[in-house]
């Protein structure tokens, strides 16, 4: 992402013929996400599938239950919780992996009544939902974890979850 912004920095406005320049305190947030990584090491190394929401699994007609799942391109191995990221010695992350359980649980951290309705997701083209403070949503975020934490055999709740789901928030906007 660094990379990606250094040269985004360097467009040139169409108006003012100037560079656009950095993103305001973007050097000190990619400085934080460094010094703050998760431990990996805890969990090890297993598939992971990259790109885990809902709009990727097929379900069942009539029984709850996920009875495929698509988009496997991004799929690589690493960490399900963390990121599968690689720290060179610059200190600039480097082909960062957002955990799947993060990336499923998205629509649970954005709050809808502050959700600009035109804001879209570059990726899939379609308005982002936020669940956040919704009644009736089948499931909350919190059952997610503890039914991801019952089946991958690991605590609940995850300490690493807030850095993961920061990183997830910040690489979208």
């Known amino acids: 992402m660094t990379k990606v912004s250094l040269a985004q920095s ?52 009539t029984e709850n239950r996920v009875i495929g799942i698509l988009d496997w391109e991004l799929c690589t191995l690493g960490s399900p919780v963390g990121l599968s990221a690689h720290i060179s010695q610059t200190r600039l992350l480097k082909r960062p992996q957002l955990a799947d359980l993060a990336n499923l649980t998205q629509p649970w951290v954005f709050d809808p009544k502050v ?17 956040k403070n919704v009644e009736n949503v089948p499931i909350t975020k ?24 920061s990183w997830m928030v910040m690489r979208v906007s």
Do not use: Q
Request: with cysteine; charged share 30%; aromatic share 10%.
């Open 10 to 61: 360097k467009v040139v406005d169409v108006e003012s013929k100037e560079n656009v320049g950095k993103i305001p305190a973007f050097d000190d947030l990619m400085d934080w996400y460094t010094k703050n990584l998760p431990d990996e090491t805890k969990t090890g190394s297993r598939i992971v599938h990259g790109d885990y929401k809902l709009d990727n699994m097929i379900f069942h007609p």
């Open 115 to 131: 959700m600009s309705p035109n804001v879209t997701s570059s990726a899939a083209g379609s308005v982002i939902k936020g669940f």
């Open 142 to 165: 919190e059952e997610m974890e503890e039914e991801y934490c019952e089946a991958t055999s690991w605590p609940y709740p995850i300490t690493e979850i807030v850095f993961v789901r």
